[in-house]
């Protein structure tokens, strides 16, 4: 079953969109049906058959009977069909906003997407934590989706369908997934050579899962007694990784790059194109291009000394 | 004379062969320019399906390495572009130039020199995309073909995000052929009205005429706001231009809006053709006129312009209003109506006649299937909200594939071998032309069929390599099987074409008993088209006088 | 091989189709008119959406003068092709010659008027978003009527080298209206720049 599929819906809009989608397929295979045995009938019954007596056959210019039973049927159908969509449109579209939502807002990068909760004060990359939603207490997710730098677009093909993001022009996308679990998608707007490794992970969480979730994003790091951890930070914040990383309650705050404050409580680095193991996450700072050739991530050029330091370091940020 | 001497004069005069290309050179000949289109797009339709065959081949597995990322996203961008404006443009544009003075009697186009000057200003567009390979050196150094995709969104264009030239060199590419395009149907349009040979009014002209007007009607409205678009590129690349610069306050979406308000109309003009050579070969064929002539030409007009409408249904993810979405929503399935007459139509052509299934005939059966096809997965992407899924994803690809190749370019390949004789002088091989069909059919098939699958199971396009486990495998092994059948299909079809003009039989003028007035000159015609400037009195001449006690006009 | 003749024994119909060159320049117009739209959206959908920079009611003033001038070309063109049409080639020219000054007023005014803009105001075409719609929209006004003189120019050479007649009255009316395509263009950016967009 693949974790993609979108006639496996798992949230509201989706819902919405897989029961508008079964009523369009089912039209338009019964036109398929009907038409095609008609062609089919026709290019059997009248081919021409060996022996025949090469006379023309009667000519027949037109009818307007026929014309006008072919036009006003089409329309019926096209009238039917557009009536079913409004109101899918209308009802995702136009959804109202519940005092219990929670709101993200996602940034798109070249290569990876940046998640900000506004009023948790938190802010992360690559691996959106939300609540589930019960339906009879909604608390849905709604998506403010902007982007950094050129045109991206998000697609969780179980959770709903895809709105892009767009440099200047702030879209939203409202999400209420009722079962918890881990539901993958990946950029869907084509946005430059990585764009095939900008994977989406959204993880819909228990309440009590994802309030502790929260609860230890909004922890800072603590500083490290243990000496080679301590020579690991200085290697960061003394080299270009505080460029465009942040780790929150040190000097680090470059905003062009994912914040690594809990960079440990993510299952994968570069926005999932590499589990987040220690080999991982060494190779991806010594050559990014190794996983994910063409990425925004320079290779730092580290003595392994400095490799190993600095990856203790980060395994320190959970 | 009972002499034995010989005269020079007894021999066909010798014209060496850098005399004769001179001629093709600068020729001013419908038939020529339209046979140096044709030719200009088989060259390039080898080109985008080497580019295509990466592409597959590199899909075949996930993580597959075969091209870099980079590599893959020219690849793309290169086949979308000369697809669209090296293959399917030049085919239209070629077949239109030899055909409508033919078929409406006239001795040329309206401005011959306009013609030629169109031809080759569409063939330097063709170089400019081509040259970027050498000279496009983008950040990497490595041949700069651009890769920006065929419609190249703002911002990615700008010059932050596209370093080095290759983005100019598709700027330019389509800016020359663009003014080719303007120029050729000009001419079409012109010839049409100011040309028709006596007699032939408006309502008596082959459904081929009023469909390419359309068509070139489309072309003109609808090219020239890509040519302000690319100019508008242009200037932001160059002079500092704001137009798509997001960070002065400009809008990525505008972009949008102007391409697609050419991108779509482009499509109609390049399956309005197709629809044309249809509406002439299907008749033939079944041996009955056209059922519904005076349908077929409002439902084409209505096409026309309801298509200038549809635009945005392009953009349904972009973030719209639900207003504006329910519009184009509408205004698609509007245009889904006079399409499905005239599929009927030509169904009720077929009905009640005796149907001939000689090579050209198969291509337009098949069209009929695969259009339907098509229209419909149309009709589904239509639905806003499914579209929000099926938009950019494989599904996407694999409907848009269906049309243009499926029924544009079947279509087309029953018009080759329709008026193949007519052009050459001999008929090709008919056994050769059948393998090709089914060679042809069976890959479309695999490949465009299936490739439906994984865009319903959440594959986006434009992507060099996949993830395992999300079930896409098996479809895309599939997909890639299908593209060696197309092709070995296209490598019989011009073998076929290329021998049968050297070896094959005689046609003479009328191979196929049709009726429209080009089978009524010599095969090859001469250059003037017509000895004696022809009258007619209905929609089919011919068969008026192969008919005399039972005219079309009669019943008119 | 001989042809079949498709010729019918009633072959005094009367035939009568409208001219190539007043067809091709329609559909010619046609293709511009589609460009100078996109180009007017584009200058109305970014008015008032300059982030910096000067704004239009700050440094544009309106060109009367050459505006009158451009569309008095309009008319005398007009009057040259009729006078032409009647065979009078001296009166002919000087209409014609007098579309050419008028025109080339015109375009003295236009290049005034950004001699200004840019040393005076500073406003240039990357400036901000009203610069950047504002030069490419009268500039692409601008190059049409530019193109426009130098066929007219042609014209006048053949004149004084007493190879234009009566007979050509046509083609001169065709590209006459050319001429006046441009001036209608002129107009919609007159009042899009100058009325609606300050």
New interface residues.
């Given amino acids: 079953m693949s974790p993609t599929n979108i006639f496996a819906p798992a949230s509201t809009p989706a819902d919405s969109i897989f029961g508008l989608s079964m009523f369009v397929i089912f039209t338009v295979t019964a036109i398929f049906i009907v038409v095609g045995a008609l062609l089919t009938y026709a290019i059997v019954k009248f081919r021409n058959k060996n022996g025949d007596d090469r006379t023309e056959p009667a000519q027949i210019y037109g009818s307007s009977q026929v014309e006008m039973a072919w036009t006003v049927i089409p329309v019926l159908i096209v009238v039917a069909l557009s009536l079913a969509t409004a109101r899918v449109i209308a009802s995702v579209q136009d959804a109202p906003r519940p005092p219990g939502a929670l709101e993200v807002t996602v940034i798109g990068h070249q290569y990876w997407w940046e998640y900000r909760y506004p009023k948790l004060n938190i802010v992360t990359a690559n691996e959106l934590h939300i609540p589930v939603s019960d339906p009879a207490r909604p608390t849905p997710t709604f998506l403010t989706l902007l982007s950094a730098d050129t045109d991206h677009s998000f697609w969780v093909p179980r959770l709903g369908g895809k709105t892009d993001l767009i440099p200047n022009h702030p879209n939203s996308m409202w999400i209420d997934p009722p079962e918890p679990g881990l539901y993958l998608g990946q950029c869907a707007q084509y946005c430059g050579v990585q764009h095939a490794k900008m994977l989406i992970r959204v993880y819909a969480q228990k309440r009590e899962d994802f309030d502790r979730w929260v609860h230890q994003q909004q922890q800072l790091p603590h500083a490290s007694a243990d000496a080679a951890i301590s020579a690991g930070q200085r290697v960061f914040e003394s080299t270009a990784c505080v460029n465009c990383h942040t780790v929150s309650g040190t000097s680090a705050n470059g905003r062009f790059g994912p914040d690594l404050t809990h960079l440990m409580s993510r299952e994968t680095i570069a926005s999932g194109a590499a589990a987040n193991t220690p080999e991982m996450l060494r190779l991806w700072i010594k050559n990014p291009d190794a996983i994910k050739p063409g990425s925004k991530m320079p290779a730092m050029g580290l003595s392994d000394r400095d490799l190993d330091r600095v990856t203790a370091y980060l395994e320190t940020l959970r | 004379m009972s002499t034995n001497t010989i005269s020079i004069s007894d021999f066909p005069a010798y014209r060496p062969v850098t005399l004769r290309l001179h001629d093709w050179v600068t020729t001013v000949d419908h038939k020529r320019l339209g046979i140096l289109y044709i030719l200009y797009s088989l060259f390039f339709l080898v080109i985008g399906g080497i580019e295509a065959t990466i592409m597959r081949i590199q899909l075949i597995r996930p993580h597959n390495d075969f091209v870099s990322p980079e590599v893959f996203n020219r690849m793309f961008t290169m086949h979308g572009t000369t697809m669209i404006f090296f293959v399917a443009m030049p085919l239209v544009f070629g077949f239109a130039n030899y055909l409508v003075p033919l078929m409406i009697g006239a001795r040329d186009m309206a401005f011959p020199r306009l013609n030629a000057f169109s031809f080759w200003m569409t063939a330097l567009g063709g170089v400019f995309l081509y040259f970027s390979f050498l000279g496009g050196d983008g950040l990497y150094g490595g041949g700069g073909a651009p890769d920006v995709g065929w419609f190249a969104y703002a911002p990615l264009t700008a010059r932050t995000f596209s370093v080095g030239h290759s983005a100019d060199f598709w700027v330019l590419s389509l800016l020359s052929s663009g003014i080719g395009s303007i120029g050729t149907a000009i001419n079409i349009i012109t010839t049409i009205l100011c040309m028709r040979c006596p007699g032939m009014t408006l309502g008596k002209m082959p459904l081929l005429a009023w469909l390419n007007l359309t068509m070139g009607g489309l072309v003109v409205l609808a090219v020239s706001p890509l040519t302000a678009a690319q100019l508008m590129l242009l200037v932001d690349r160059y002079l500092g231009g704001h137009f798509f610069d997001t960070q002065a306050g400009g809008s990525a979406v505008i972009w949008m809006h102007f391409f697609w308000i050419f991108g779509h109309p482009e499509v109609y003009v390049l399956a309005i053709p197709a629809f044309a050579f249809a509406s002439e070969i299907i008749p033939v064929f079944s041996r009955k006129a056209i059922f519904g002539y005076r349908v077929m030409v409002l439902a084409t007009i209505a096409i026309g312009f309801i298509s200038m409408s549809v635009w945005a249904h392009h953009m349904f993810t972009v973030g719209m209003s639900s207003g504006a979405n329910m519009f184009f929503v509408l205004s698609t399935m509007a245009i889904a109506v006079p399409t499905g007459i005239k599929n009927f139509n030509w169904l009720a052509t077929m009905w009640g006649g005796k149907i001939r299934f000689a090579t050209p005939m198969l291509f337009c059966v098949a069209f009929l299937f695969q259009f339907l096809i098509g229209g419909l997965t149309g009709v589904t992407l239509a639905v806003a909200p499914f579209d929000w899924n099926l938009s950019n994803s494989y599904y996407l690809v694999a409907h848009f594939h269906y049309v243009i190749v499926g029924a544009i370019l079947f279509a087309t390949f029953g018009a080759f071998y329709y008026w193949f004789p007519k052009a050459s002088g001999k008929m090709y091989n008919e056994t050769l032309g059948k393998l090709h069909f089914w060679l042809f059919l069976i890959g479309f098939h695999l490949t465009f069929d299936f490739m439906h699958i994984p865009g319903l199971l959440g594959m986006p396009r434009r992507i060099y390599t996949y993830e395992p486990g999300r079930g896409w495998e098996i479809w895309n092994v599939i997909v890639t099987i299908g593209v060696f059948f197309q092709a070995a299909g296209i490598l019989v079809f011009v073998f076929n074409l290329t021998w049968s003009y050297f070896r094959g039989q005689v046609a003479g003028n009328d191979p196929w008993d049709a009726w429209t007035l080009e089978w009524s000159t010599s095969s090859p015609p001469p250059e003037y088209n017509y000895a004696v400037v022809p009258a007619v009195r209905s929609r089919r001449p011919l068969w008026d006088l192969k008919h005399p006690e039972d005219p079309d006009w009669r019943y008119e | 091989?001989?042809?079949?003749?498709?010729?019918?024994a009633e072959?005094n119909?009367d035939?009568h189709?409208?001219?190539?060159g007043r067809?091709?320049m329609y559909?010619?117009i046609?293709?511009?008119a589609?460009?100078f739209?996109?180009?007017v959206v584009?200058y109305v959908?970014?008015i008032g959406?300059?982030?910096s920079g000067p704004q239009p009611k700050d440094v544009l003033k309106a060109p009367i003068f050459y505006t009158i001038c451009l569309l008095a070309s309009s008319l005398t063109i007009h009057l040259a092709v009729r006078k032409m049409a009647a065979g009078n080639l001296a009166a002919f020219a000087r209409w014609w010659l007098l579309t050419i000054v008028l025109g080339g007023t015109f375009l003295l005014g236009t290049a005034r008027e950004w001699v200004n803009l840019i040393y005076r105001d500073g406003l240039?075409?990357?400036t901000?978003?009203f610069g950047?719609?504002y030069y490419?929209l009268v500039g692409?006004h601008a190059f049409h009527v530019t193109v426009g003189l130098l066929a007219l120019t042609v014209v006048a050479v053949f004149y004084f080298a007493g190879r234009l007649g009566q007979k050509h009255a046509e083609r001169l009316e065709v590209l006459s209206m050319y001429w006046h395509f441009v001036d209608a263009v002129w107009v919609v950016v007159f009042t899009v720049v100058y009325v609606i967009g300050v």
């Fill in positions: 091989m001989s042809a079949l003749s498709v010729t019918l072959n119909i035939w189709l409208p001219s190539r067809v091709g559909c010619l046609a293709a511009e589609a460009i739209t996109i180009f584009a959908f970014y959406k300059s982030t240039t075409i990357s901000n978003l950047t719609t490419s692409l």
